[in-house]
C-alpha cells in the first residue's frame, strides 16, 4: 500500500508556553473555552492526512515528493498557504482556512463551486489552495464546510455562502441552488452569527446571543420546529427486512451507504426552508453551542441542556425517545462542547475533570468504547487527559487536549487517523509524529486537518 511518509513532516519540537505562546480560558456563550493565543513571531501550520482523491488533503499531484496526491499516512505539511492561519474546516471533500489577517483559502472537491473560484479550474488544480474571490471586503473570522457548500462569518457577524444545494442549504431564498461566488445571507442581516454547522442538506447558525437559526432540508425535524411540517424522511423510513433485522449501526460502511443513496434517489418532494427560520424549541433558550452531522443536528443550551433531533437510524440522537423535532439527549453529564459526524456524536462533559462521551454508529469503533452504542457513554482510554475540543468523521473521531496534543480513533482507512497505516483504532491513539503545539483539528468525512502553532 502506497504511504506517505514524512518527507514533508514538520521536524520541530513541541514548544513551552514560555517561550512564544500561552492559553487562557476565555467565555464563548456561556461556555468556557481554552482558547490558544498567537505572539509576535508564532508560526501557524496546517498539516493533512487521510483519502486523498478529492484533493482536500492540499497535496499536488505535480509534486516531485513521491506519494503527493494520494493518500497521506501521516500528518504533512499543506504547502502555499499563508503561516498566520486562525482556523480550518474540513468539509466532506474540500477544506478551508482562513488567517488573522481576515483572509479563506479552499482546497479540494469543486463539482458543486464549494471552492469559491470564479474560473473553473483543472481538477488537478483543485488540490492547490487558493484565495477564495468575492471577500475582498470582507474581514473574515471563521469558515464552514459541507460537502456541497460553504459558508464564512465575517468580524461583523455577516454569513456568506456559495456553492450549489437542491436542498436550500444556502439559505439565499426559494429556488435559489446555487452561489459560484460568496453572497450574504441577507436573512440574517440584522443577527451577528457567530458559528455555522453545516449537514448533508441543513444548516444551524448560532448568534452573540444565543439564537439558533436552521434551514434547508428539514425532514425528522432535523433543524427542529422551523414552522414546517415535520414527518419523517425516506432515510429513517428504510425498514424493509434487510434494515429491520438488522440496525442500521450493524451494517458496514458500503451496505449503509448503497442504503442512503437509495433513498436520497427518491427524495423529489423534499420538505425545505429555503431561508433561515428561529429554531423554535430555542426560542426562550440561550444557546451555548450548535454541531450539525449528516442527517442530524445538536444543540446545546446555556444551562447545559443538550437537544437532538433528525435522523436516528444509527443511535445519532442519544435517546431512546424517538419523536421528531428537538428534544433532550439522555444524558446525566454536563456537556459543554459538541460534535457530530455522519452517524455518530460526541460532547465533552463536565467542567472540571473533563470526559469524552460518545453514541451512535460503532461499526468502525469510531465511538471508542463498546456497547450500547445509542445512549451516551464515556470513551475508554482518556485517563489523565484534559479534552478541549472534539471532531467527528464519517467513521472517526479527533481531540485536541488542553496540552495541545492530537488524539485519534475509529477508522483508518486511507490513513485518516495519521498513524501510518489503515488499521481502525478502537480507542484513541495520540498522534505522536506531531512534534509541536495542535491547536485545532478537525475531519471531514474520509480526511483530518490539524492547525499546529511553532
Not at 435559489?176 to 441577507?186: G, L, T, Y
Not at 470526559?355 to 454508529?361: A, C, F, H, R
Not at 495520540?430 to 474520509?446: H, P, T
Request: proline residues 3%; charged residues 25%.
Amino acid at each position: 500500500m502506497l504511504r506517505l511518509w514524512s518527507i514533508a513532516k514538520l521536524q520541530i519540537r513541541k514548544v513551552s508556553t514560555s517561550e512564544s505562546r500561552f492559553c487562557r480560558d476565555v467565555l464563548f456563550n456561556g461556555v468556557v473555552r481554552r482558547q490558544f493565543t498567537s505572539t509576535s513571531g508564532e508560526r501557524r501550520t496546517v498539516m493533512s492526512f487521510g483519502d486523498g482523491s478529492h484533493g482536500a488533503l492540499g497535496l499536488s499531484s505535480s509534486s516531485s515528493i513521491p506519494g503527493m496526491g494520494m493518500d497521506a499516512y501521516e500528518p504533512t505539511v499543506v504547502s502555499n498557504l499563508p503561516s498566520d492561519i486562525s482556523f480550518i474546516s474540513a468539509g466532506h471533500y474540500h477544506s478551508l482556512a482562513v488567517t488573522f489577517g481576515g483572509e479563506i483559502w479552499a482546497w479540494g472537491r469543486n463539482d458543486e463551486g464549494q471552492l469559491g473560484r470564479i474560473t473553473i479550474d483543472s481538477r488537478d488544480s483543485r488540490s492547490e489552495p487558493k484565495r477564495v474571490e468575492g471577500l475582498d471586503n470582507v474581514n473574515v473570522r471563521a469558515a464552514f464546510a459541507s460537502g456541497v457548500v460553504s459558508a464564512a462569518i465575517g468580524d461583523d457577524g455577516s454569513l456568506w455562502v456559495w456553492g450549489r444545494s437542491k436542498r436550500g442549504q444556502l439559505g439565499l431564498g426559494k429556488g435559489i441552488i446555487e452561489a459560484r461566488v460568496p453572497s450574504r445571507v441577507e436573512t440574517l442581516a440584522a443577527e451577528h452569527v457567530v458559528k455555522v454547522s453545516l449537514g448533508w442538506g441543513h444548516a444551524l447558525a448560532l448568534t452573540v446571543d444565543g439564537k439558533v437559526f436552521g434551514w434547508g432540508y428539514v425532514a425528522d425535524g432535523r433543524v427542529g420546529n422551523v414552522g414546517l411540517p415535520l414527518e419523517a424522511s425516506l432515510l429513517d423510513s428504510i425498514t424493509d427486512g434487510s434494515m429491520k433485522g438488522q440496525h442500521a449501526a450493524d451494517l458496514n460502511l458500503e451496505a449503509a451507504e448503497k442504503k442512503v443513496v437509495e433513498a436520497m434517489s427518491k427524495e423529489n418532494d423534499m420538505p425545505i426552508a429555503w431561508e433561515p427560520r428561529l429554531v423554535e424549541e430555542t426560542r426562550n433558550v440561550k444557546v451555548a453551542d450548535i454541531a450539525c452531522g449528516s442527517d442530524h443536528s445538536l444543540i446545546l443550551c446555556h444551562d447545559g441542556t443538550l437537544l437532538s433531533s433528525g435522523s436516528n437510524i444509527y443511535g445519532q440522537l442519544g435517546r431512546s425517545k424517538q419523536d421528531l423535532g428537538m428534544t433532550p439527549v439522555d444524558i446525566t453529564e454536563s456537556p459543554i462542547s459538541i460534535a457530530a459526524g455522519l452517524g455518530h456524536s460526541l460532547a465533552i462533559c463536565n467542567r472540571d475533570e473533563r470526559k469524552i462521551l460518545s453514541w451512535g454508529w460503532n461499526r468502525s469503533r469510531q465511538l471508542g468504547r463498546g456497547k450500547p452504542e445509542h445512549l451516551p457513554r464515556e470513551v475508554e482510554g482518556f485517563d489523565g487527559e484534559n479534552p478541549a475540543s472534539v471532531s467527528a468523521g464519517r467513521v472517526h473521531s479527533l481531540c485536541v487536549t488542553e496540552k495541545g496534543e492530537a488524539w485519534v480513533w475509529g477508522c483508518g482507512k486511507n490513513g485518516r487517523l495519521g498513524l501510518g497505516s489503515s488499521s481502525d483504532e478502537p480507542e484513541p491513539m495520540l498522534l505522536e509524529d506531531v512534534e509541536c503545539c495542535v491547536v485545532q483539528a478537525v475531519a471531514g468525512f474520509d480526511h483530518s486537518l490539524i492547525l499546529v502553532a511553532e
